[in-house]
């Protein structure tokens, strides 16, 4: 069963991501602004785990090869487990919980323009030559709702000063977990390892 869910953790994380968009359709036909925009943000996640590995795909190439590991297809698709579980935490607890705890939401638009960011920042670090990294239109399209989400946040006096604060910590704190998940899976990995590579990759000569 393991083996089964490493293998397919893709096609497993979008089956529930979309049975979730589903039965909110069926069951819950009334949902607040806040959902809705969590509703589309679950789409175009689902959409951006396609794009970023499958079609094309080749976004965890690009990474193995910063990491400068020998990564087996196993546990690159194993490691579509552990994002899952992080992105289906990133849209169901402000989904339930946004509107009374608008830090949610605002962890999830960060994570959102993190998104669109590391997407175009990646062109310089892999040294592409195409303005494109795998992944990347679904990003932006992602970083774009992010922005008009906390746009409305704003004008509508949605949340306080902490909501804003501590809804980046929120997302960095989740995504902290997600990547130590992850770096154990490579094996032999640190994070005091990454500052290292990310300036190797950026000093290399064209």
Not at 32 to 55: C, D, R
Not at 65 to 94: A, H, N, Y
Request: proline share 3%; glycine share 6%; aromatic share 14%.
């Amino acid at each position: 069963m393991w083996k089964f869910m490493k293998h397919y953790a893709l096609e497993i994380y979008t089956v529930i991501a979309m049975l979730l968009i589903v039965l909110v359709a069926v069951c819950m036909p009334e949902l607040t602004v806040i959902q809705k925009f969590v509703v589309i943000l679950s789409f175009i996640y689902i959409l951006h785990e396609w794009e970023e590995g499958h079609y094309p795909g080749g976004f965890l190439d690009l990474i193995t090869q910063m990491l400068q590991r020998d990564i087996d297809d196993e546990t690159k698709r194993g490691s579509r487990l552990t994002t899952g579980v992080f992105l289906l935490t990133m849209t169901v607890v402000p989904f339930f919980f946004g509107d009374a705890i608008p830090m949610f939401v605002v962890a999830m638009a960060t994570f959102s323009l993190f998104e669109g960011f590391i997407h175009i920042f990646g062109i310089r670090i892999f040294r592409l030559k195409k303005f494109y990294t795998p992944g990347m239109v679904t990003a932006e399209i992602q970083a774009v709702i992010a922005i008009v989400l906390i746009v409305y946040l704003a004008v509508n006096h949605i949340g306080a000063w902490y909501d804003y604060v501590c809804g980046p910590f929120i997302f960095l704190a989740c995504f902290a977990c997600m990547q130590r998940t992850l770096m154990a899976m490579v094996g032999g990995l640190h994070y005091s390892d990454m500052p290292k590579l990310i300036k190797a990759q950026l000093s290399k000569k064209e």
